[in-house]
């Protein structure tokens, strides 16, 4: 079993930062793909971005690639989102999921967090 557990999530004015962290723990793989998704009020949750265990390999969403990075920490089993230049359309809560390689469907992934909320206000 692994547990994640997000934080970093506020209130920022559009144009503004905001770094996420994901921390694994319990049966945490290093080799484990993790990736960020987010639900918006109203809307489906959507792939925001991934990375592979050995951290080599990245997936972005087109509507935040050139603003969000992805990276692993020295530990393998922390990951951050780093989040530039946001938007107002950017607010949502923002999950992370570990599964066994990276993708864009969230029925790729078999352990998700409980979310982070981000509001970015115009």
């Known amino acids: 079993q692994v547990q994640l557990v997000e934080s970093g999530g506020g209130l920022v004015q559009a144009g503004g930062s905001l770094r996420l962290s994901c921390a694994g723990s319990?049966?945490?793989?290093?080799?484990?793909?993790m990736g960020w998704f987010r639900q918006a009020p109203g809307k489906e949750r959507e792939f925001v971005v991934a990375?592979?265990?050995?951290?080599?390999?990245?997936a972005y969403a087109d509507s935040v690639k050139g603003r969000f990075g992805i990276s692993r920490g020295n530990a393998k089993n922390t990951v951050y989102l780093q989040m530039n230049s946001l938007k107002p359309e950017d607010t949502g809560v923002y999950y992370c999921?570990?599964?066994?390689?990276?993708?864009?469907?969230?029925?790729?992934?078999?352990?998700w967090g409980r979310g982070t909320q981000v509001t970015v206000s115009s």
């Open positions: 999921a570990a599964g066994g390689r990276v993708g864009r469907t969230d029925n790729i992934y078999n352990y």
């Open positions: 319990g049966r945490t793989s290093t080799h484990y793909a």
């Open positions: 990375i592979s265990g050995s951290g080599d390999m990245t």
